[in-house]
């Protein structure tokens, strides 16, 4: 009877831990993950700095944010996390501000070195050379839809970028156009790209696939990436009926580097 009596409770014992057990699993399931708040909290920007399309530091030119201030930068327009919070929004407006040696604005990330603090440049004929980024276009503005959402850029000029025309998004090597990976590009598509420098040859990714293959030597080169809208209301690329308000944007996942 004792042995019995024994038995039964051990059994009621671990219903009930089963029971507490069960009640937890279900208390845990229903917490739901916090969203990231920072956009270096998506993003590993260690090597990066990012130019926005307003002169609040540097009047009447684009600011800039260098490391260590980018690891807790964000603005509620130019550069903040998604509404998922997976994914960074580079945001600029024909009627910002832009960099010295350009009309148009933009909100977009410069590749840095030694931890965001000093200027990357590197050869097309040294060593391998690689930028990675998920992403995805989700704006564009109205009166002339044209946006560069990756670029190679030397001591001169941009050498390749990759560039959306109201649907059409394909490679452009300086004035010359290159393949066109989609001809119907839909807003919000997410999508992936890729350079990669060897041996004085760019070879272009379209998501995960070699598409283009492009021969050309330079130097003093560095990546860049996020929304470089090609349309302006002002100033000496002004577009005729462009309106200042009207923007470009781009959510990134994810964007890395590696040289080798």
């Given amino acids: 009877m004792e042995l019995l009596r024994l038995t039964i409770n051990?059994?009621?014992?671990?219903?009930?831990m089963n029971l507490n057990k069960f009640l937890l699993l279900v208390a845990l399931s229903s917490v739901k993950p916090a969203?990231?708040?920072?956009?270096?909290?998506?993003l590993t920007l260690q090597n990066w700095k990012l130019n926005v399309p307003e002169g609040i530091k540097t009047p009447g030119r684009s600011d800039e944010y260098k490391q260590p201030e980018l690891n807790t930068y964000q603005h509620p327009q130019w550069?903040?996390?998604?509404?998922?919070?997976?994914?960074?929004?580079?945001?600029?407006n024909t009627g910002g501000t832009t960099t010295s040696g350009s009309g148009y604005p933009r909100s977009e990330l410069r590749e840095m070195t030694n931890d965001g603090k000093k200027n990357a440049s590197w050869s097309s004929s040294t060593g391998t050379h690689t930028l990675f980024i998920d992403q995805r276009i989700s704006h564009?503005?109205?009166?002339?839809?044209?946006?560069?959402?990756?670029?190679?850029?030397?001591?001169?000029?941009?050498v390749i970028v990759f560039r959306l025309e109201k649907n059409k998004l394909f490679v452009k090597m300086g004035d010359e156009k290159g393949p066109v990976l989609e001809e119907n590009y839909q807003l919000g598509t997410r999508f992936t790209v890729s350079f990669k420098v060897s041996k004085d040859q760019t070879d272009c990714y379209y998501?995960?696939?070699?598409?283009?293959?492009y021969p050309k030597a330079f130097r003093n080169a560095y990546?860049?990436?996020?929304?470089y809208v090609q349309s302006s209301c002002q100033g000496k690329r002004k577009v005729k009926g462009e309106s200042c308000e009207a923007y470009g944007e781009v959510?990134?996942?994810?964007?890395?580097?590696?040289h080798e």
């Avoid at 550069?79 to 600029?92: L, Q």
């Avoid at 839809?145 to 670029?151: E, N």
């Fill in 140 to 158: 564009l503005p109205l009166e002339k839809p044209h946006i560069v959402v990756g670029q190679i850029h030397d001591d001169q000029d941009d």
């Fill in 207 to 213: 998501n995960g696939q070699l598409r283009f293959s």
């Fill in 251 to 258: 959510e990134i996942y994810k964007v890395s580097l590696n």
């Fill in 10 to 16: 051990l059994l009621l014992e671990l219903r009930t």
């Fill in 223 to 227: 990546f860049k990436a996020g929304a």
């Fill in 79 to 92: 550069f903040h996390t998604n509404a998922s919070g997976d994914a960074v929004v580079f945001r600029a």
């Fill in 35 to 42: 969203l990231a708040q920072l956009p270096s909290e998506i």
